[in-house]
């Protein structure tokens, strides 16, 4: 992959850097925080070579896969400093639910090497211990427990840098601020009941805490802007900072710590008494529908409970089982499709995408092989539930916040339950094992193999779909088609009113107007068909679609009948385009001096493989 490249066409579709209000990105993801979504081109964005998929909820997620760090560095490089970017840019109203996701998203993303990296090692060590390999009263283990303890007793540290970056003000003094609230010294005066003008401060211990961290640089926010507007320039380094931390620490140790610390109790105990309401079923639920939730990106949304209850009890029995079920289930219907599927490219990025689910990281496998076909998701689904649901009846606790997969699977690791592993394994072989039969026995080519040696040579011969007389695309009076934006093909202006299937095939989609149908042909090859010129604004009068929506068609059956003398007299062109949009795999040769030639011999031939120059 030429990551410069790919870089510089994605800023080009999401409406260039400018557009650009944040920028960062997970394991498999570039997430884009824009000022104007509606800038974003998706259907360019998703030709591109190296991405996946294209994503938009509160964010505008690029799914590239294993190489995303490389074109994130790319991207980085070609952005700049992103907080100067977009001072021209008027930014576009967003509803508060998404502002909100976004903020949280924001915060709590970058969290997660740090917190997995701690988590895990602690975890490690217990299972060293549970082995009898290394003495729990050793000081080797008791300083790597420690190590791996720091993560999160210092969340409110990290939690304020990440809230600081995204509120665009001074993170080392956000920092600070938070700092004041975990001091030895301050924890020492709480414990001790202090008092402050007054009142009596309530005794919270502040380490672990998230929300009290948030709501302190908030506010800190606020008053770092009104400072900065209302002090003399020449004394602004020390000032600004000053009365900024001696108006928002006590406000904080009175007011925004309390709320905070109790908000996240509350926000734990109900997320942990709903799963208790629902049982095992909650926990299956979950899992089943995982698929959806990280495609839509919403399962991020599932952190701050997630982070919060570490904090809080220093495990996790939802969110992370339930991933276990999910994320092996993606792995084993990834290795069932690489059996059985036909087609070379679609095996090697199964095999590719059932190894990085199987080590934790489903994005390739969601978006390369399970969204793109039905039974696939449904299989996962299944496999899912059923994974997830005795992953609750077993009652399945996680000790790491990190992606489970075979690699992280002691992050099971219960120092006072030897059976949460062993039940956490029997998970894993249950979710792989029944993904990987279901799709094995419910998967198959989406397309029947009704021309065998012309697919063995990926090619089809393109027969003329219409009766009439054919016209170079180049002088269809649409520079969308006519300088081949959307793909390579044929023009005809037609005879009569019948579109026929020029090649076997599966119908991809019939327009609800009727005047346009995509056909994807046995090599592969995606074909559109376009009946006249702006006749979209028929609203369907005229257009009577033949066929369905995933219909399996033959060569020469009638797909569409249209009415050519209405089309006509609303005063239409009447042009019918056949083009190839996924044109770059393919070699598409056109027989020459088609004009005089009878119109049922105009062919267009196929081929899968590298475009042909000239």
């Known amino acids: 992959m030429n990551y410069q490249k790919c870089a510089s066409e994605i800023i080009k579709n999401i409406g260039g850097k400018d557009n650009i209000s944040h920028l960062e990105h997970c394991s498999t993801r570039l997430r884009f925080t824009l000022y104007d979504n509606s800038k974003v081109n998706i259907e360019s964005l998703e030709k591109i070579d190296g991405v996946l998929g294209v994503r938009q909820n509160v964010q505008t997620q690029i799914i590239i896969g294993n190489e995303v760090n490389e074109v994130y560095d790319q991207v980085a490089s070609l952005v700049g400093d992103i907080n100067e970017n977009g001072s021209s840019t008027t930014k576009k109203k967003q509803n508060y639910g998404a502002i909100f996701l976004d903020f949280l998203v924001s915060i709590f993303q970058p969290l997660v090497p740090a917190i997995a990296g701690g988590g895990v090692l602690k975890s490690l060590l217990l299972l060293l211990q549970l082995f009898g390999w290394v003495n729990s009263n050793s000081d080797v283990y ?55 003008f007054g009142f009596g401060i309530q005794n919270i211990a502040y380490p672990y805490q998230v929300f009290s961290a948030i ?13 900065t507007k209302y002090t003399p320039k020449p004394i602004r380094i020390f000032f600004v900072p000053m009365m900024s931390l001696a108006i928002t620490v006590p ?54 409970y997630a982070i919060s209850t570490f904090s809080k009890l220093g495990s996790e029995a939802l969110y992370l089982p339930a991933s276990l079920a999910h994320n092996i289930s993606e792995s084993g ?47 996962v689904i299944a496999s899912s539930f059923i994974g997830g649901a005795f992953i609750g009846i077993a009652g399945i606790k996680a000790f790491a916040l990190v992606g489970p997969g075979l690699a992280s699977m002691t992050m099971y690791v219960d120092p006072n339950n030897a059976k949460n592993l062993m039940f956490a394994i029997i998970a894993f072989v249950i979710s792989s094992v029944l993904s990987f039969v279901f799709t094995l026995i419910f998967y198959k080519e989406e397309v ?5 040696d012309e697919k063995a040579e990926g090619k089809v011969s393109f027969y ?19 300088l081949k934006m959307v793909g390579e093909g044929i023009a005809i202006e037609p005879k009569d009113g019948n579109l026929y299937a020029p090649v076997d095939g599966e119908v991809m989609m019939v327009y609800d107007t009727g005047h346009a149908l995509a056909l994807k042909s046995t090599n592969g090859a995606e074909i559109l068909f376009h009946i006249g010129l702006d006749t979209v604004k028929l ?33 239409f062109d009447t042009t019918v385009m056949a083009v190839v949009t996924n044109k770059n795999d393919y070699n598409i040769e056109i027989t020459k001096n088609l004009s005089e030639l009878n119109n049922d011999k105009i062919t267009m031939n196929i081929t899968k493989g590298a475009v042909a120059n000239g």
């Not at 995204?166 to 030895?184: E, G, R, T, Y």
């Not at 369907?540 to 050519?564: C, H, M, S, W």
């Open 215 to 227: 709501l302190t640089v908030l506010f800190y926010a606020v008053m770092e802007k009104v400072w």
């Open 448 to 452: 029947d193999d009704v021309m065998s």
């Open 251 to 304: 406000i904080s140790l009175l007011i925004l710590g309390p709320l905070g610390y109790n908000f996240g109790q509350l926000f734990a105990a109900v997320i942990i008494g709903i799963h208790s309401k629902l049982g095992f079923v909650a926990t299956g639920l979950l899992a089943a529908i995982l698929p959806l939730m990280v495609a839509a990106g919403m399962h991020k949304a599932m952190l701050p």
């Open 142 to 196: 008791k300083i790597f427990m420690q190590i791996g303890d720091a993560p999160l007793y210092f969340l409110p540290l990290l939690v304020a840098f990440t809230t600081a970056q995204k509120l665009k003000v001074n993170p080392l003094v956000a920092v600070s601020a938070v700092s004041a609230l975990i001091l030895p010294n301050m924890t020492a005066l709480i414990v001790d009941k202090a008092h402050l």
């Open 464 to 482: 003329s779909p219409v009766n009439g007389e054919y016209l170079p695309l180049e002088q269809v009076n649409d520079d969308v088609f006519a």
């Open 333 to 379: 219907a990834s290795f069932a499709v690489a059996i059985r599927t036909k087609d070379e490219k679609l095996r090697a990025t199964a095999i590719s995408a059932g190894i990085s689910a199987l080590f934790g990281i489903t994005e390739p496998a969601l978006y390369g092989v399970t969204l793109q076909h039905k039974k696939v998701l449904y299989s």
């Open 539 to 571: 609203n369907g009068e005229g257009f009577y679609p033949q066929v369905e929506t995933g219909a399996i068609v033959n060569k020469g059956d009638l797909l569409v009948r249209f009415d050519l003398d209405n089309i006509k007299d609303k005063g």
